[in-house]
């Protein structure tokens, strides 16, 4: 991994709506780091850490952290303290960085079977009609269902014909009626085969109709100075102004902390202190938002770069005087897979960086299964020299929260958790493989028993062993909650944005700057949303939002990005600024 400065990051003014500052630490040989929000002097109270997400990622000693905490409380001024191992690199990151990671982890949702069902229940249905009765049962059942069809057939043909409803059930009535000169027909018995020679013909012909209309479901520097024993480096960081402190004695860090106005707890100014006697170091600054009654908060992420034998997440300081438990998600990137003790790996995905993919039809281009395409500039910059990603999730008691989170490595690098079903398509699918067990089985008993019914214990045996088959293929197979959501924008509307954009672009000069290139997308996205009623299409780097990208060449690009925060564009459409 690289330790020098990353390039200069996208421009942040029009996105973010909150101030986010950063404190960090360091300790002496392997890396500990805590993270936690203070409340100012004049608003005392517990500030509540609901929640906690982050992207690391480790390579040869070299950790980048960036982690995204929420936070409840009184005020408009609040602190945030993250203790690392050593002097940091501090960078800001977009608000949709963390969001495109964890929509990338996400495992693909495969595309529902509507057929499974149908079938289960014909070959579930015949199977048990032969096992129960024989399969001269079923061969007259077929004979019955056949003659039926038919008739409904031809009695909605003429209901239609006739627009009367009367008409149609009349002639299914009469039809049923005329049935009876059959009634020798259908008493005959057929064998096996030529029942089963019957019902490959129909699936042939329902195939044949319904497969090609089957639907599936759709399932984001100001110098160095010295007091005493701390010391104090001020940066700009973006449009964050950011103090990096460091000091020996604890006493003295703990002092500065007091004196510019943080709210620190005895049990909190213990951990700080322990950990600036080991010498670390801290980056003190605030958190400043737009209303003071108590409320929710999510800053805008922070990426803190150093260098650290043994990748670590903070968590000792978070967990100073904690009293409720704390849901964190990691997603970790590195050689190989990862695991933390207290959370649980969702997924794990090798990784391989690549460019956006030109993409006109559809907006939420698919991942494989067997590993995860990143093109998200952002998570490029962060895991460019990382080889395997893995989600971790979990929910900390306070007590598993007073030592930070070690990383380690199992030394694993294939693809887990990446291919899931709905619970529904799972139990279609189990039920579907039940229900053909329990046919083969009855076409078995058939050859060894003849047309007649079969003995009951051989009979028994096929139904057992079809529901275990049922019941262990749905436990075993893994499925994640899903519901049914509108149809996303279009692709013929999302074409539109980039011909909105071009003709903003093109009433500009030739040497309008970046800031004024943006500000002209953002008003014609706005009148696009107003024209087409799309007031969830909004600007950013997030899933599901749309943004403005600088190509080397100055010319510009609409980038959407999917819904694995990955950004796809429309070939054709990229646009020079000016005449």
């Not at 109270?45 to 390579?59: G, S």
Request: aromatic letters at 8%; glycine letters at 10%.
């Amino acid at each position: 991994m690289r330790t020098g400065k990353p390039d200069k990051v996208l421009g942040l003014r029009s996105v973010l709506t909150a101030l986010v500052v950063g404190l960090l630490f360091a300790s002496a040989t392997t890396g500990k780091a805590d993270g936690k929000v203070f409340a100012p002097v004049l608003v005392p109270q517990q500030v509540e850490m609901p929640d906690q997400r982050a992207l690391v990622a480790w390579n040869e000693g070299i950790e980048t952290l960036v982690i995204e905490s929420a936070f409840v409380g009184k005020g408009t001024d609040f602190a945030w303290v993250v203790p690392l191992p050593s002097k940091p690199e501090v960078f800001p990151a977009t608000r949709g960085t963390l969001p495109a990671a964890a929509a990338l982890m996400q495992p693909t949702v495969e595309q529902p079977w509507s057929a499974a069902w149908m079938l289960t229940i014909v070959l579930g249905g015949i199977g048990l009609t032969a096992l129960a009765f024989g399969w001269s049962t079923v061969g007259k059942g077929m004979r019955v269902g056949i003659v039926l069809s038919c008739l409904a057939i031809l009695s909605l043909i003429l209901g239609a014909a006739t627009e009367s409803a009367v008409i149609a059930w009349s002639a299914m009535a009469v039809g049923c009626a005329c049935l009876w000169p059959l009634r020798n027909w259908f008493r005959e018995e057929d064998t096996m085969i030529q029942t089963l020679v019957a019902l490959a013909i129909g699936f042939l012909v329902v195939a044949s109709i319904f497969l090609p209309t089957l639907g599936t479901v759709k399932s984001a520097v100001a110098g160095v100075t010295t007091t005493g024993t701390v010391t104090v480096e001020r940066q700009q960081v973006g449009d964050y102004d950011v103090a990096i402190i460091s000091g020996r004695e604890g006493e003295g860090v703990t002092a500065w902390l007091d004196a510019n106005g943080f709210a620190l707890d005895d049990a909190v100014r213990k951990v700080a202190e322990d950990h600036a006697t080991a010498g670390g170091w801290f980056v003190a600054s605030r958190v400043r938002r737009a209303f003071s009654e108590s409320g929710r908060s999510v800053p805008a992420p922070l990426a803190f770069r150093f260098p650290v034998e043994q990748a670590v997440y903070p968590m000792r300081l978070t967990g100073a005087g904690a009293e409720r438990p704390l849901a964190v998600e990691l997603i970790v990137c590195g050689p190989s897979e990862a695991s933390v003790t207290g959370l649980i790996a969702r997924t794990v995905a090798p990784l391989t960086h690549g460019e956006p993919k030109a993409n006109g039809l559809r907006w939420g281009g698919r991942q494989s299964r067997e590993g995860r395409t990143i093109s998200h500039p952002e998570l490029i910059r962060w895991t460019q020299d990382t080889s395997v990603a893995t989600w971790l999730r979990g929910e900390l008691a306070p007590d598993q929260m007073q030592a930070d989170l070690t990383i380690r490595w199992t030394k694993g690098d294939k693809a887990k958790g990446l291919s899931v079903l709905t619970t529904e398509d799972a139990w279609g699918r189990a039920s579907l493989l039940g229900g053909t067990l329990g046919f083969i089985g009855a076409m078995v008993l058939g050859l060894l028993h003849g047309n007649g019914r079969p003995p009951r214990r051989p009979a028994g045996v096929v139904v057992l062993l079809a529901l275990t088959v049922t019941g262990a293929f749905r436990v075993l197979t893994p499925t994640i909650a899903a519901e049914h959501l509108k149809a996303g924008i279009p692709w013929y509307e999302l074409a539109e944005i980039p011909t909105a954009a071009a003709m903003a672009l093109f009433a500009l000069p030739s040497d309008a700057d970046d800031e004024a290139v943006n500000a002209a997308f953002a008003k014609a996205l706005v009148d696009f949303t107003k024209d087409y009623d799309r007031s969830e299409l909004r600007i950013g780097d997030a899933p599901g939002e749309v943004m403005l990208h600088k190509l080397p060449d100055g010319s510009w690009r609409v980038w959407f990005f999917n819904a694995y925060g990955q950004p796809d564009f429309f070939p054709g459409t990229d646009m020079p600024v000016g005449r």
